[in-house]
C-alpha cells in the first residue's frame, strides 16, 4: 500500500476510520502481491464507504521509495527484508548521479538514441578530439566528447569531459567501461531517431544525424540511463544523499554474504570507492598507468627493443612510476586487499593506430617531407606490423606476454613488493593480491607463479621485511574454467573476467557485436522469412508471412550487461566446483562488468562465490543487490520447502 | 621381429636353425614390446650361438613398411590388426606427396625453418605476387609463392604455385588450410635459422633472411612435413602407389567404425576426394565461390548496398552461379551426403583491404588523381570502415549474417535446393545436407531453421519435386557445446567446428597465435625466471639458477594440429552428450583440421562421434586412422579386462 500519492494521510485514516484502513490495507497487499511491485491506489471515502478509483504500479522517484521503505520498517509496517526489496537497486543509480529536471526533456528536440552505457544526465558542447575537450575543460567548458569509438589514447580526454558519445561501440566497449569507472553519463553506438547511422567526422570537426549538421561547440545534452541524446541544454538536479538511504544501506550490509570489492586503478578511484563502501579493490588494471605523459614515450621504447636486456633498461625505467602508483592504491586501501591484475593489452596498444601511420608515411613522401622522419615512421610502422593481429583479443596479451617476456612480470611484481614492503616499513598493513590474467592452462600458472614467488624472495631479502600476498588468476577463457581444477593448484584465488569470458564463450567481440546485438534484441518484431516489420496483427507486410505468436528475440538479454545464465554461468559452476575440489578454501570473485549488475549479482550469489567487483559507482547498487540476492534466496528456499 | 635389415635371412633362419630363430622372435617381441616400435637387429651367429650386436628402433620408408606388414599378414606372421598398428598415420604422407630424394637435402644451405603445415616437398623459383605466380606458372615454371600471410585475394596464386612458404601464420592460418586442402606442400611462420624474423618485402619483391638477399626467381626448396626451407632446387622423388597400399587400406576399412569424409568446396576436389576413399563431403564451404571472377564484382556490389531490396537484386544475379556449384558437386557426390556450410566470414573479406585504400586514396589525393575514381574509393573506404571489426573473428559472421540479412541464407539455400531438385530430375541422388555456421543459441538455429524449411517448402512446389535434406549446425562456438541440448531440437546433425572451437575454447586466434604457441612449445629450454636458453646441466647462463627438474613446456601439443584433450574435448563430450539427450539419433561429425589428425581421430573414436572429414588429400589418412583407434580401444580393453 505504500506509494499512494500522498503518504500522509495513510496514518491518519488508521486513527479515524480503522475499518476502513483495514480494508485498503488487505486490499493493497493483493495487488502487489499479483503485481509484484507497489502500487499507486486512488480512493476516496464517502458516506462511510470506501471507493476505489483507479490503480496501477506506483511510480516514485528513488529518493521517496527509499524514504517510504524506510518510514515503513520503523512503524513496523514490512521487515528490513521487505523493505530491501522495494528498492529496485537500478534506482539506486537516480541517488548516485545527476538527472534532467522532472519532464524537462520534453521541450527538447531527441536527435539520437543508442546504449545507455553509464548513467546520469550530461550536459554540454560536443567536441571530436580529446586534446581539444581538455583545453575547452581547462577553461571551465562543459564537455561533451563524441567519438566513432575511444580508445585508451583518448582517457585524458574523456577525464576531461562531462559525458561522453560514442557512434560504435556496445555495453562494454571501451567508451562504456571507462565511463562507468569514472561515473561519467555515456551514451555508445547512437544512431539518428530514423536509425540512421550517426555519422562522425571527426577529421571537419562535426557530427552528421539526419541530415542535420552540429559543428563542434554545439550543445547537446545525453541521457546515459536511457541512451536518449537531445538537442540543447536541459537543466538537470543533482543527487541528494539522505540519511534514510545511509540506514538503508547498512540494512543491505547486515543481510548481505558477498563482499563487494571495486575495480579502482586510480588512488581517486579507490578513495571514492572506499567512501562508496567498497571492501577492497577487486581488480587493480596496471596497463592505465603506462598511458600518462613521460610513460608512454619510455613504454613504447620498451616496446621497440629489439632484445631483452634493451627492454630491461627501459622496463627500470618504468619501475618507479610502477611503485609509486601502487603504494599510493595500497596506502588508501590500507588493511585492505587489493587485487592488482599484471599487463594485460596486447602491446601494440601502446603505439600509434597503424592506419595513422600509413596515412602520415604516404602523405609525408608525396609532399617532399624529410626524410629522417619518414624513416623513424616506417620503423614504428615496421614494429607496428609486427604487433599487428587479425584478433587482437584472441592474441600475445594477458599472462602470454609475462612468458614472452617475463622481464615485464619481474618488473610489475618487483615494483608491487617493493611498494608493499615499503608501506609496511612506514607503518600500514598493505594487503596485495596478484593476478595473473588470461590464464589458460595449469602450465601458464605455474609459470608465472615461479616467476612471482622468486621475485617475492628477492625484494624481501633486499627490504628485510616480509608482506602477506596472495597469486591468483582472472577466469575468463573458457578452458580456464574446463581446467580449473588443474590452475587451483597454483592459484589461491580466481576472479571470474566475464566480460572476455562472455565474449569468449558466446563468440561475440564487445567491440564490434553491438552491430547484431542490437538485431539479435528487436527480432520478435520481425519476419523471419524476410526481416521486415511485422503489423500488430504478426503479419509481415512484405512476403505476407502470418505468425501465430510472436517471434521470439534471439536474445533476450544482453550477455554484457548481465551474466548468460546458460552459458558463461555453466562455466562458472563447472569453475567453481572444480577449482574447489583442488582447494577448499579458495576465494572466488567476479571483477567483469557484471559484478555491477544486480541480476548478475544475484547468480554469483546462487554460485557461492566470495565477492564482486564493480566501479566505484556501482559499489552501492552492488551492496543492495547483494542484499536482494540472500533475501530472495530465502524467499525461493520458503516456497521451496511449502 | 620385422624390420631385420634384410627381411629374407629370416625364413632361411627359420628353416635352417629353428632354435635360434625361436630365441630371436623371443627377444624381438620384447624389444618391441619395451619401445613400442619395430626394431632393427643385428645379429650374427657363429659356431651355433646366436650374438646380438645391436638393436635400434627399426628405420624403414613408408613404402617399405606398408610392403612388409602386408607380406607379414599374408605369411600369417601377424594380424591384420597387428599390421595396422605397425603403420604410422603420419607415414601415409610420404606415399601421397613427393618427397626430397634421401639425403639430398644435406648438399644444400638450410636458411629458414617454420612450421611444417602440409606435406611433401617443392622446389620452385619465389615469388612474391599472385598474379606474377600465375603468370609464369602459365610458362610451365615451377613456382614458390612467398608471402607475409596469405588471404582469400591469393588463392588463384595459391594454385598456380607448387608450394607456399609464409612469415606468418600457423598451423590452421589461411596459407596452411588452403594448401592441404589442394595437397600443396606448404611451411608457415618461418623464421631464420637463426630465429630471427624473415623479411618478406613484397613491394622490392625480395626475401631478406639472416641478411641474405633473395631477388625474385631465386631458387629454394621447402619441406612442408619438417618446415625446413633451402636455398637451391634439391631432386625430389614422386610417390609410388603401390598394391600392397591398396590391400592395406582395404583392411582399415574393414576395422573402423567411424566414417571418412571429405572437406571438399570445388568439384575437382569432390572428385579427387572419392578416389582417395572419402564417403561424402563434410565441409563444402560456400565462401569461395564467391571469389572468382566475374562473381567477386557482383559480391562487393551486393555488400555495398543500402537496401534490401538492392541487395535482393544482386543476390539474384548470384543465385546461378551457386546453383552450378552445387549442381556440379552433388553430382560427383552422387548417393552420398554433401554437407554445404551457408556462407561463413565477414562480409569485409570480400572488399579491398583496408590499409590498402588509406594508402591509395591519400596517393590519388597527393598527386591530383581522378577526382572521381577518388570518390568512389572513398566510398568503398566508407563502407570498409562501416563493417571493420576489431576482431572479426568474433563479429558479424556465420549464422549472425543470416539473421541480419535473411536474403543470404535464403538466396543459398534456394541454390542448393534448386540445384538437388534438377540433380533429381535428371536421374541422380542428390543429398545435401545444410549446415548452419558459428550457432551459439536455440534461437538462432530456430530461425534459421524456419527460414531453411520455407524456401524447401517453395523450392519443392515450384520445381514439383522433393529431395531428401537434413539441416544442421557446426559446434564451433563453447556456448554451442554447452548448449546442445537446446540446439538439438533444432538439428538434425552435430559438425564440431574444432578450428574454431580451439580459437575459442583457448582464446587463441590461430592467425596470430603463431607467435607465442612457437615460444609456448619450447619453455622447457628455457629459464623461467629470465627467459635465457638453459646449458645441458639445466643452469641458466644469465641468472644463475639451477633446475632439478626440465621445465615442462607450457605447451605440450598444438592445439590446432590435435584436439586438446583437456579443454576442448571436455565441451565436445559435453556436445555429444547433451545433443544425444535430446536427439538419440544425432549425427556427429567433424569437420574441423583435426579431422585429419591421428590422434585427434582417436579422441573422435572415443568420443563416439559417427565421422570425419577432412581435406581430400588426408582421407586415406584418417582411414588408417580410424582404423588404428578402433584396434588401439580394444587393446585398451584388453588390458582393463585384465
Not at 461 to 479: A, H, L, N, W
Amino acid at each position: 500500500m505504500a506509494g499512494v500519492r500522498d503518504p500522509l494521510p495513510i496514518t491518519e485514516l488508521q486513527k479515524t476510520l480503522p475499518n476502513a484502513y483495514a480494508k485498503l490495507s488487505k486490499i493493497a497487499e493483493k495487488l502487489e502481491k499479483h503485481y509484484k511491485d507497489m502500487q499507486d491506489i486512488e480512493f476516496t471515502i464517502e458516506k462511510g464507504n470506501l471507493y476505489l478509483l483507479q490503480t496501477r504500479v506506483g511510480k516514485r522517484t528513488a529518493k521517496a521509495a527509499v524514504k517510504m521503505a524506510v518510514d515503513m520498517v520503523n512503524e513496523k509496517l514490512i521487515t528490513k527484508e521487505e523493505a530491501i526489496m522495494r528498492i529496485d537497486p537500478s534506482e539506486i543509480n537516480q541517488l548516485l548521479h545527476p538527472v534532467f529536471k522532472r519532464g524537462a526533456e520534453k521541450n527538447f528536440k531527441l536527435i539520437a538514441r543508442g546504449l545507455g552505457a553509464s548513467p546520469g544526465a550530461a550536459v554540454g558542447k560536443i567536441v571530436f578530439d580529446p586534446a581539444r575537450a581538455v583545453e575547452l575543460s581547462l577553461k571551465n567548458e562543459k564537455i561533451i566528447l563524441v567519438r566513432k569509438e575511444t580508445s585508451p589514447d583518448d582517457i585524458h580526454g574523456m577525464e576531461a569531459a562531462t559525458g561522453i558519445l560514442t557512434a560504435k561501440g556496445g555495453a562494454t566497449s571501451h567508451a562504456a567501461v571507462v565511463a562507468r569507472h569514472r561515473g561519467k553519463p555515456c551514451v555508445v553506438g547512437a544512431k539518428s531517431v530514423s536509425n540512421k547511422e550517426m555519422v562522425i567526422d571527426e577529421i571537419r570537426k562535426r557530427l552528421v544525424v539526419d541530415g542535420n549538421v552540429l559543428e563542434e561547440g554545439t550543445f547537446i545534452s545525453i541521457n546515459g540511463e536511457t541512451g536518449e541524446v537531445y538537442l540543447g541544454e536541459i537543466p538537470t538536479e543533482s543527487p541528494a544523499i539522505t540519511n534514510e538511504f545511509g540506514t538503508f544501506m547498512k540494512w543491505c550490509d547486515s543481510i548481505r554474504r558477498l563482499g563487494v570489492r571495486t575495480n579502482a586503478d586510480t588512488p581517486e578511484d579507490a578513495e571514492k570507492a572506499r567512501k562508496f563502501g567498497a571492501e577492497g579493490i577487486g581488480l587493480c588494471r596496471t596497463e592505465h598507468m603506462f598511458f600518462q605523459e613521460g610513460r608512454i614515450e619510455i613504454m613504447q621504447k620498451m616496446i621497440m627493443a629489439s632484445n631483452t636486456s634493451e627492454r630491461e633498461k627501459y622496463l627500470a625505467q618504468l619501475l618507479p612510476f610502477q611503485k609509486e602508483d601502487f603504494y599510493e592504491i595500497l596506502r588508501i586501501m590500507d588493511g585492505l586487499p587489493v587485487t592488482i591484475r599484471l599487463l594485460d593489452p596486447p602491446l601494440h596498444e601502446f603505439l600509434p593506430k597503424r592506419e595513422e601511420l600509413i596515412r602520415e608515411i604516404t602523405e609525408l613522401k608525396h609532399t617532399g617531407g624529410d626524410s629522417k622522419i619518414v624513416k623513424e615512421k616506417e620503423e614504428i610502422l615496421n614494429r607496428v606490423e609486427e604487433l599487428y593481429e587479425f584478433n587482437p583479443m584472441l592474441g600475445l596479451r594477458g599472462c602470454r606476454l609475462g612468458i614472452v617476456y617475463p622481464e615485464i612480470t619481474r618488473m610489475q611484481v618487483r615494483a608491487i613488493f617493493e611498494a608493499a614492503c615499503q608501506l609496511y616499513i612506514d607503518g600500514a598493513n598493505p594487503v596485495p593480491e596478484i593476478m595473473v590474467p588470461l590464464i589458460g592452462s595449469e602450465e601458464e600458472m605455474k609459470h608465472q607463479r615461479f616467476l612471482i614467488e622468486e621475485v617475492a624472495k628477492e625484494v624481501f631479502r633486499e627490504k628485510k621485511c616480509k608482506v602477506k600476498f596472495k597469486i591468483g588468476t582472472m577466469i575468463e577463457i573458457p578452458r580456464a574454467a574446463l581446467a580449473a581444477d588443474k590452475i587451483a593448484k597454483y592459484a589461491e584465488f580466481f576472479s571470474f573476467g566475464t566480460n572476455d569470458l562472455t565474449q569468449m564463450t558466446y563468440g561475440y567481440s564487445r567491440d564490434d557485436a553491438g552491430k547484431f546485438i542490437q538485431v539479435y534484441m528487436t527480432t520478435s518484431t520481425k519476419c523471419r522469412y524476410c526481416g521486415t516489420e511485422l503489423t500488430k496483427e504478426l503479419k509481415c507486410p512484405h512476403c505476407g508471412r502470418e505468425y501465430e505468436e510472436k517471434p521470439e528475440n534471439i536474445l533476450k538479454i544482453d550477455p554484457f550487461q548481465t551474466i548468460d545464465s546458460n552459458g558463461v554461468a555453466e562455466l562458472m559452476r563447472i569453475a567453481v566446483e572444480k577449482g574447489r575440489s583442488t582447494r577448499k578454501d579458495l576465494k572466488i570473485g567476479i571483477c567483469g562488468e557484471h559484478g555491477g549488475d544486480p541480476e548478475s549479482i544475484e547468480i554469483c550469489e546462487k554460485l557461492g562465490l566470495d565477492y564482486v567487483s564493480c566501479s566505484p559507482f556501482r559499489v552501492p547498487i552492488a551492496r543492495v543487490s547483494a542484499a536482494r540476492a540472500v533475501v530472495k534466496k530465502k524467499l525461493k528456499k520458503v516456497e521451496f520447502d511449502k
